[in-house]
């Protein structure tokens, strides 16, 4: 464990909520993952998988009602976060990111967890059972798909064949993008004209849009991309029927971005899983129903790692 680096250090708490410890976790290759807790040591653990872009954001209103009984390890992915951007050629797999996870629980002495996957997140998280299986107590989808997130989007693959060409720009004209990224994306008025058809806005608090949207301003868009890449292109369809710890899928009636359709077919491809849809969510289910969303993961998490030590 190191400390983080320098330019890093005015960064504000990731997830909005002041962390109870913060270390750094130096990787072979070079890379530096941020890993944030809250909660005591021994209580059982729950490892938070985060979306592509984010490093706690929707877990703004859940941290404080889970931590009083377990303990909550938040990494934030390479790049994203507190997390720098590691050294080039990059390495941003699926799998490399579901090897950082296991790193994580190894680093703070978890012989298991659960894995808590929100968006992309559960992708990891299957990505990370298929490859560490005896490091997975329990496995939680939160509008998490197995795979190819991008193909979901509103039931197209439009940013899926568009993105070669974003990626390419990126690379060509990087400072160029990088200025338009931090002017555009913290944009209010672009917010609200991309957000009214993809949120509840009638639940959702603006402030943790903002939150967010500063968290993705911070990136590298040429990062962004490239994970979003990854993501496209990796699948975890394979592993769902061979699951075999207790699953549970949370899903948004509204969600636009991952289609509940989709949703369903990872609850019934998984077996044994437990189904949840709450009606009126979107995609921005944790930040919009964080009340709901805390007492499922609460009354699984407390099944799971029932009987279980850290």
């Excluded at 909660?39 to 729950?46: C, K, L, V």
């Excluded at 299957?126 to 997975?136: C, F």
């Excluded at 060409?165 to 690379?171: C, G, N, S, V």
Aim: overall charge neutral.
């Amino acid at each position: 464990m190191t400390s983080p680096p320098s330019d890093d250090d005015t960064s504000p708490p990731s997830a909005g909520v002041r962390a109870e410890s913060e270390r750094f976790l130096d990787r072979p290759d070079g890379a530096s993952l941020c890993v944030q807790a809250w909660g005591e040591h021994g209580a059982p653990p729950i490892l938070i998988l985060d979306g592509i872009g984010c490093a706690g954001w929707a877990f703004r209103r859940i941290l404080p009602v889970l931590r009083d009984e377990f303990r909550i390890l938040l990494m934030h992915y390479r790049g994203h976060g507190r997390s720098p951007n590691p050294p080039r050629p990059w390495r941003l797999g699926i799998d490399v990111l579901a090897d950082d996870a296991e790193a994580t629980l190894r680093s703070e002495g978890v012989d298991a967890a659960v894995l808590l996957g929100f968006s992309m997140g559960f992708q990891v998280s299957l990505e990370t059972y298929k490859r560490h299986r005896d490091r997975v107590a329990g496995l939680i989808s939160i509008a998490g798909p197995s795979g190819r997130a991008v193909a979901q989007f509103q039931g197209t693959d439009i940013v899926g064949h568009a993105l070669p060409f974003l990626r390419a720009a990126t690379r060509h004209a990087s400072d160029l993008t990088m200025r338009l990224w931090k002017t555009l994306v913290p944009n209010p008025t672009l917010r609200r004209l991309g957000m009214q058809s993809q949120l509840n806005l009638d639940r959702i608090d603006m402030a943790d849009i903002d939150f967010y949207l500063s968290q993705i301003a911070r990136m590298s868009p040429e990062l962004f991309l490239e994970l979003l890449q990854q993501a496209a292109r990796h699948s975890t369809e394979d592993v769902m029927p061979r699951v075999r710890v207790p699953s549970l899928i949370i899903a948004g009636g509204q969600d636009r971005f991952i289609p509940l359709s989709t949703m369903r077919d990872v609850a019934f491809t998984i077996p044994g899983a437990q189904w949840v849809v709450i009606p009126d969510a979107s995609h921005a289910l944790p930040a919009e129903y964080p009340e709901d969303a805390a007492e499922h993961i609460r009354r699984f998490a407390r099944a799971a790692l029932s009987g279980r030590g850290a």
